[in-house]
């Protein structure tokens, strides 16, 4: 690999580990990124690659929101234990469906997603007392775990964004403190996802590392981010990064 490619990727994987740790959604950066220095290589294997790199990012933002954010660690931990499993499942089922098939759905609950925040502008700027009854729990776990983290190892754009807009609405939290908890469920798709593709034999070993050393800089910085300029700054960032979303899956499916 030249040089010059090498450093696009380290360079993107700063970048996506930034905005995976404010709000998720840097597979739109990374992924893209290992596409285009080498488009001859198997789609796997740049998906591959890009999971080893966001474990190590995402994990460093999940330990930086720790120390300062409050994350629910009782279901973050119960979703993030069932997300393995399930995000390795919908990897074993990726190469049985096609992407084009779901990407019309995933556009619509995009489009819902981004609805729901213009329409309810205080969704996620301080924390709603809810009622925490034990089907609201069991759906703040299973919700994430299965369905999320099922998505993630099956297709993947767009899964943090996901995550932290169903413990906004799931449990009341603040965009921050729902981003503290994604990004310990996000921790656990990205391992089950990748240890499928790691026995499949497609994971570029060397050069992933490196993006998620540079993965981990950038998460590094994003989190202290978030974390110091509150949830309207996660919140805008979020508007962003669905509408990129949106327009990436609209140009893939009708361009």
């Not at 490619?5 to 709000?23: E, K, P, Q, R």
């Not at 767009?158 to 939290?173: C, D, E, K």
């Not at 996802?193 to 993006?211: D, E, K, P, R, S």
């Amino acid at each position: 690999m030249e040089v010059e490619h090498v450093l696009l990727l380290l360079a993107a994987a700063v970048a996506a580990g930034w905005v995976d740790a404010v709000v998720g959604g840097g597979g739109l950066i990374q992924l893209p990124a290992l596409l285009l220095v080498n488009p001859g290589q198997p789609v796997a294997t740049a998906l591959a690659t890009n999971k080893l790199g966001s474990i190590m990012g995402v994990s460093s933002a999940a330990v930086a929101y720790a120390r300062r954010a409050k994350p629910d660690r009782p279901v973050a931990l119960a979703a993030a234990g069932v997300a393995v499993c399930c995000a390795a499942g919908g990897a074993l089922c990726a190469a049985a469906i096609s992407s084009d098939v779901l990407k019309p759905v995933i556009m619509v609950v995009l489009l819902v997603v981004a609805a729901v925040v213009v329409l309810k502008p205080d969704l996620g700027r301080v924390p709603e007392p809810v009622l925490r009854t034990r089907r609201r729990v069991a759906a703040a776990v299973l919700v994430p775990g299965v369905v999320i983290a099922f998505y993630d190892g099956l297709v993947g754009p767009g899964t943090g964004t996901f995550l932290v807009v169903a413990f906004t609405v799931l449990l009341g939290m603040d965009f921050v403190n729902a981003s503290a908890t994604a990004k310990i469920i996000n921790a656990g798709t990205n391992l089950g996802a990748l240890a499928v593709f790691a026995v499949q034999g497609h994971v570029l070993w060397t050069i992933g590392i490196a993006m998620g050393v540079c993965n981990i800089a950038g998460a590094q910085i994003g989190a202290h981010m978030a974390i110091n300029r509150g949830a309207g700054f996660v919140r805008a960032v979020l508007l962003c990064v669905v509408t990129a979303l949106v327009v990436k899956l609209g140009f893939e499916q009708f361009g």
